[in-house]
């Protein structure tokens, strides 16, 4: 049976209005992790996104299928964050670039990331995307430091992969108590140290 031109329309301005809800109420339960809300609820989402709570559940298959539009939202973030870094040039250069962009975009993510890791546990696609960034970063780290990466073995790069990770930079944060720019120092001083004895 085919379907008039007014009734494409109708049907279109449908699709169109859910894609836009669906990207409102994923933008609103970042925004509102970022901002310190560690579970925040149905109501709080729909005051936030301007979406009733009776269409966040119609726009969302089941909690799965929320879970992976937060996580490749989020990721789209994080990839917006990630500056081009050098490849070439003094190690000093290169170390500061890398630092001063991770302190960053761990700064924006990790009200997010904490609560990602701990949904991860069951939730796969957060699990699968928290795998995701993390060969990014990795990514990042080999080539950054792929001249010295490549004339030594492969725990070099997983060393250096983890002085530079969310991890560490989460422990010195809240474990060890440093601001910032201590942390940021701790890890250019540990990445320094380990290119420099490669």
């Given at each position: 049976m085919a379907v008039d031109a007014s009734e494409g329309a109708v049907l279109d301005g449908r699709v169109q209005r859910a894609v836009r809800s669906r990207a409102a109420v994923v933008?609103?339960?970042?925004?509102?992790?970022?901002?310190?809300?560690?579970?925040?609820?149905?109501?709080?989402?729909?005051?936030?996104?301007?979406?009733?709570?009776?269409?966040?559940?119609?726009?969302?298959?089941?909690?799965?299928?929320?879970?992976?539009?937060?996580?490749?939202?989020?990721?789209?973030?994080?990839?917006?964050?990630?500056v081009p870094l050098p490849s070439e040039g003094p190690v000093a250069d290169r170390v500061a670039a890398l630092v001063a962009n991770r302190r960053d975009?761990?700064?924006?993510?990790?009200?997010?990331?904490?609560?990602?890791?701990?949904?991860?546990?069951?939730?796969?696609?957060?699990?699968?995307?928290l795998r995701r960034v993390a060969e990014l970063f990795r990514g990042q780290v080999a080539s950054t430091f792929r001249a010295e990466v490549a004339g030594s073995g492969p725990e070099v790069l997983d060393a250096l992969d983890l002085v530079a990770s969310w991890e560490a930079w989460e422990r010195l944060r809240t474990v060890q108590g440093l601001d910032p720019g201590a942390a940021a120092g701790i890890v250019t001083v540990t990445l320094t140290a380990l290119l420099t004895t490669t």
């Open positions: 933008d609103a339960i970042l925004d509102l992790l970022s901002e310190g809300h560690a579970q925040p609820t149905a109501q709080i989402v729909a005051e936030r996104s301007g979406v009733s709570v009776r269409s966040i559940f119609r726009l969302f298959d089941d909690m799965a299928s929320l879970h992976r539009a937060a996580a490749e939202r989020q990721v789209e973030r994080v990839m917006g964050l990630l975009v761990y700064e924006t993510i990790s009200p997010v990331r904490r609560v990602a890791v701990r949904a991860a546990a069951t939730s796969p696609p957060i699990a699968d995307e």
